[in-house]
């Protein structure tokens, strides 16, 4: 495994490991999730350079497409539990109660 190869994949289980055991703010979860798709945007874009074929050229484009929408959705979220139920807190959210 070349250290490029090694640097984003660990980037990525970092990221996959702060999400799994640092969910305390639902703020934390997002910025681990951004981690992640930003270390996947840049493998990809190392990725299509490498192969230098123009058919895999549009993907990173459409996946940082996603993750905006993505980063969206999720600090609409955010924002609307926190006027909901005063915090970010992923303890105080239950979803029986929506």
């Known amino acids: 495994m070349t250290p490029v190869h090694f640097a984003f994949s660990s980037t990525f289980i970092l990221g996959l490991a702060g999400l799994a055991f640092h969910r305390y703010h639902l703020l934390s979860a997002l910025l681990c999730l951004e981690g992640m798709i930003l270390s996947l945007f840049i493998a990809l874009s190392l990725w299509t350079l490498q192969l230098d074929s123009t058919t ?24 609307a539990t926190a006027r909901t139920h005063g915090t970010d807190r992923l303890q105080s959210l239950n979803l029986l109660q929506c």
């Open 56 to 79: 895999f050229s549009s993907s990173p484009i459409l996946l940082l497409a996603f993750s905006a929408c993505e980063a969206s959705a999720g600090l609409a979220l955010l924002v």
